[in-house]
């Protein structure tokens, strides 16, 4: 009982915990006074709730602030002092008092409970001095009730605290429990008040568990109540509620032993300011005659030793703000609840400056509130009172202006760090003093900004260690999108203070590296693959240049190399990427390795049929026949591959690869010597009439560039030819053409300016399908004896000569 009473006492030394009461709740006011007491020399005055103990030859001090005028001229107060614990004195009875008027008393003995008995028709002390000598049974019951309505006191103004607030009702019931060890039940909203508030009694009085006071007009009363506050105050003064938790027993023997002809009723005391008390009491219905109404109120005294208090480690706190500091105490963390005007005494200087205090829900924990301090950074004591008695806490408690968070900035080799996607990063703040920062938070700046990301942080040594100029903190872009945020740090109580950040987009990844260039060559293009490649502002390799044209695509992109002479064969490159966005080039290692010189086609020769009949050009190659071609290549290397391809696109193009050695139908290609390759095919087997046929080899080092071989041209092979005596017309007659692939042939004449059109097609010769015999028409007679035909391919303004002649 004494413990729960001393957390009570807590709510009276700290104001912070103990906000002036708003009225009786559910009851009505009796009267209002102040208690106090005064050291035996003299000195400041204290409410009696904040005394520790007391002591004989201290004065109490009785004021009256408010009685209601029809009482005030009969009203009379008295006050009881029981004995200590273990004590066989009686209980002490001072003189009473008119309840309108100031009064004081000298404690003639130590004592552990005082109690008041406010009778508003006066009080009748008849008896008062023939007190039984044994009393332990009233001394008992007299504490006892004490601690009870003590404890519907708080329960009530923290229930009343919390429905005036708007606060949590669940909150302030946790706290109530964890300042009075009681453990409250879960609580039915949707029951009716009454049914709530017998629940919170049951839990204060277990006994009452098997009652039901709820009869009556009673019950009526307080299920309409407003609030569960005023219901517990209605249950209290209920009948029997209210003897049951005061004790009936203590009531009778009080009014057989000291108070005769005085009924007594249930009472609560709810604290204001300055330790002032509201008396408040249900309203009852005419008194009895001759029979006084008297009202109890009662307080145990905690009692306890003095305690020694310190510091588990040196103490580092903010100045304007509020701090949770640890105090130990030799004899129990409880003793923490009775000291009182906490103070901070410089260590240089002396200056010592009053510190606001307030109990935590934590036991040995206090809230120090430094947020209007005036104090100078530096090294300080702390110490309390303990009722008249300074009290020092050992250890040092050292004071620091809260760090400038306009200066904390991301250090600079963090910002290419901040990349969406790329997991967990580790980020270090540096410009301030961060050693009282309480949470790091990150959110998506602008309009549509998300929720906010809490970020793990950590300092070099703890927080509140002493300043702390830098700090890490790990923050995971898994799922991240690239884009503006804010960085907020709060420390303390302060609000909360931004550090703009850029999330940037997924560094630009190369695909298919390294790059080979080759020896030898001026300039050499390489189209690249891959992500974000837009991005890209400039590319720098220690080997040569890196040229990039501009490009705002993302997935390819142009880039010219050009090797510096002290390139050697086999050698690797790191590439260097100034990205946008990023401070730092990003390193892509071994991404260029240098290849020797590629192949180089130098020269050509070709060969063709020599049973034509038909003049060719230097690059024509006459299709459907095998044709012959020695190429001479540098660095073909040991196993050179020869692709042979029609330069025009086309539907019908097609690629012949053909590897030294490679013998296939209609193709070949054997190496005739150290950079020599003899090539033999049909042209036809990669592309028409009219293709421009190209060579490129292929080895180990990378590829040439393309040769040209020759244009394949469909061209007639003429047999023989005979000229008719039909006559076509004036000085025309027929001649009669055999071959192969005639239908090429538009005009025939005498010489390559001269000819007439070909107004017949090709017949097939019986017995021989590949064989034709064409109509064709000449002049006559001829330029000379045994003159040459001409022919005039189709699409060719010039007659080639044929070598047949008639």
């Not at 003590?150 to 329960?155: E, G, K, Y």
């Not at 005061?246 to 709810?270: D, K, V």
């Not at 993302?554 to 010219?560: F, I, K, L, P, T």
């Not at 060969?607 to 038909?614: A, E, H, K």
């Amino acid at each position: 009982m004494i413990r729960r009473f001393a957390v009570f006492v807590c709510l009276i030394i700290f104001p912070g915990l103990a906000a002036a009461p708003h009225g009786c709740v559910g009851s009505v006011p009796l009267a209002t006074f102040q208690f106090s007491v005064a050291p035996a020399n003299g000195g400041q005055t204290l409410p009696l709730r904040q005394v520790n103990a007391l002591r004989k030859g201290q004065n109490l001090l009785y004021q009256p602030l408010h009685l209601p005028p029809a009482v005030r001229n009969k009203a009379e107060i008295a006050l009881l002092l029981a004995p200590q614990a273990g004590s066989h004195a009686p209980i002490e009875a001072l003189k009473p008092a008119p309840a309108a008027k100031s009064a004081m008393w000298t404690v003639p003995r130590d004592a552990s409970v005082v109690a008041l008995v406010y009778g508003p028709q006066g009080l009748s002390m008849r008896k008062v001095r023939s007190l039984m000598k044994q009393n332990d049974e009233v001394l008992s019951e007299l504490a006892d009730y004490a601690d009870q309505t003590a404890q519907v006191s708080a329960l009530i103004q923290a229930l009343q605290e919390s429905e005036s607030s708007g606060s949590s009702m669940s909150a302030a019931l946790s706290g109530f429990s964890a300042q009075y060890g009681v453990a409250v039940p879960a609580l039915d909203t949707h029951a009716a008040t009454t049914d709530q508030a017998l629940t919170l009694l049951h839990a204060l009085q277990p006994a009452m568990s098997s009652m039901d006071p709820l009869t009556g007009t009673d019950a009526a009363v307080t299920r309409q109540s407003a609030g569960l506050a005023t219901a517990v105050a209605s249950l209290f003064f209920g009948n029997p509620v209210g003897l049951m938790v005061g004790g009936a027993s203590l009531f009778q023997n009080m009014r057989t032993m000291m108070f005769p002809e005085t009924e007594f009723r249930s009472i609560i005391a709810q604290t204001g300011a300055s330790g002032s008390f509201a008396l408040c009491a249900k309203t009852q219905s005419a008194n009895k005659a001759r029979t006084r109404v008297a009202y109890l109120w009662a307080h145990r005294l905690p009692d306890l030793p003095t305690p020694k208090l310190s510091l588990p480690a040196a103490v580092h706190l903010p100045i304007g703000a509020k701090s949770v500091v640890t105090v130990q105490a030799d004899k129990g963390l409880k003793d923490i609840a009775h000291l009182r005007d906490w103070q901070l005494t410089a260590v240089k200087g002396g200056e010592t400056f009053h510190v606001p205090v307030t109990l935590t829900k934590k036991p040995g924990e206090v809230e120090l509130d430094l947020s209007k301090a005036k104090a100078a950074p530096g090294e300080y004591h702390l110490k309390a009172f303990w009722d008249w008695d300074d009290l020092p806490v050992t250890g040092d408690v050292y004071l620091h202006p809260l760090g400038d968070l306009k200066l904390a900035k991301l250090a600079p080799e963090c910002h290419d760090k901040l990349v969406a996607g790329s997991g967990k990063v580790a980020l270090k703040l540096q410009g301030t003093d961060f050693e009282f920062i309480d949470k790091v938070t990150l959110e998506k700046s602008g309009a549509r900004a998300g929720a906010q990301v809490t970020l793990a942080f950590d300092l070099p040594h703890r927080k509140r260690a002493g300043p702390q100029e830098t700090m890490d903190a790990a923050l995971d872009t898994t799922g991240l999108k690239a884009g503006e945020y804010k960085l907020l740090l709060v420390q303390s109580d302060a609000p909360p203070h931004a550090i703009p950040v850029t999330v940037l987009p997924p560094n630009p990844k190369i695909e298919d590296l390294p790059l080979r260039p080759n020896l030898g060559e001026p300039s050499q293009k390489f189209v690249l693959h891959g992500s974000g490649l837009d991005r890209i502002e400039k590319i720098t390799t220690k080997i040569g240049e890196i040229d990039l044209p501009p490009s705002r695509a993302a997935a390819s992109r142009e880039a010219v190399v050009k090797l510096s002479p002290q390139a050697h064969k086999g050698d690797m490159f790191d590439l260097c990427l100034k990205v946008k966005g990023l401070d730092a080039p990003l390193t892509v290692p071994d991404a260029v390795e240098i290849l020797g010189p590629r192949p180089r086609i130098t020269a050509l020769r070709k060969s063709n049929p020599q049973d034509f009949g038909l003049t060719l050009e230097a690059d024509e190659i006459p299709a459907s026949v095998t044709a012959s071609f020695a190429l001479t290549v540098a660095h073909a290397g040991d196993a050179p591959v020869v692709d042979i391809t029609c330069a025009d696109p086309g539907p019908l193009r097609r690629r012949l690869r053909l590897s030294a050695g490679d013998h296939t139908a209609g193709a070949s290609l054997d190496m005739a010597g150290e950079g020599e390759l003899f090539l033999s095919l049909d042209p036809s087997a990669v592309g028409r009439s009219g293709c421009r046929l190209e060579a490129r080899v292929t080895s180990a080092e990378g590829s040439s560039d393309p040769y040209l071989l020759g244009r394949i041209l469909r061209v007639p092979r003429i047999e023989q030819f005979v000229l008719t005596d039909e006559k076509l017309g004036d000085a025309v007659y027929a001649g009669l053409l055999k071959g192969e692939d005639l239908d090429t042939i538009a005009q025939t004449g005498w010489d390559a300016q001269h000819g007439l059109p070909v107004e017949s097609i090709p017949t097939p010769i019986a017995g021989e399908p590949q064989k034709q015999v064409l109509k064709i028409q000449l002049p006559w007679p001829a330029p000379a004896p045994h003159a040459p035909v001409f022919v005039w391919l189709r699409g060719e303004s010039k007659g080639r000569d044929t070598g047949v002649k008639y």
